[in-house]
């Protein structure tokens, strides 16, 4: 089995997440390879309304982790080849009563 960072671990928690959000949002039609982020924090890249939402400082908790998740990934992205963990499977083994990662 291949050992994954702690951080690398929740950013995938993190992309799954937002990208589940994302497609339940806009019914499909957009995913995370859309979002933007501009050299001021600005999101873009998504229908006007969302990125309204997440723009905004006066946002619920929910959407304020969406676009923290937002800006955790981008910043990864632009650092680090995010392919490489957004890729990672785990696979695992269930004998009838214990729970194995192979």
């Given amino acids: 089995m291949k050992n994954i960072p702690y951080e690398q671990y929740g ?3 993190r992309y799954y ?3 589940g959000f ?3 949002a806009t019914n499909g039609e957009y995913s995370w390879k859309d979002i933007t982020v501009d050299s ?3 999101i873009g890249g998504l229908p006007a309304n ?3 939402i997440f723009n905004s400082y006066e946002a619920n908790a929910r959407y304020e982790d969406l676009r923290d998740s937002i800006y955790l990934l981008d910043s990864y992205k ?3 080849n995010i392919n490489d963990i957004l890729g990672y499977k785990a696979k ?3 004998d009838g009563s214990v729970l194995q990662a192979n």
Wanted: charged content about 25%; hydrophobic content about 30%.
């Fill in 78 to 80: 632009n650092t680090q």
């Fill in 40 to 42: 001021n924090g600005k």
């Fill in 92 to 94: 695992y083994k269930w």
């Fill in 50 to 52: 969302l990125c309204s």
């Fill in 22 to 24: 994302i497609n339940r």
């Fill in 17 to 19: 997440d937002l990208e």
């Fill in 11 to 13: 950013l995938i928690n």
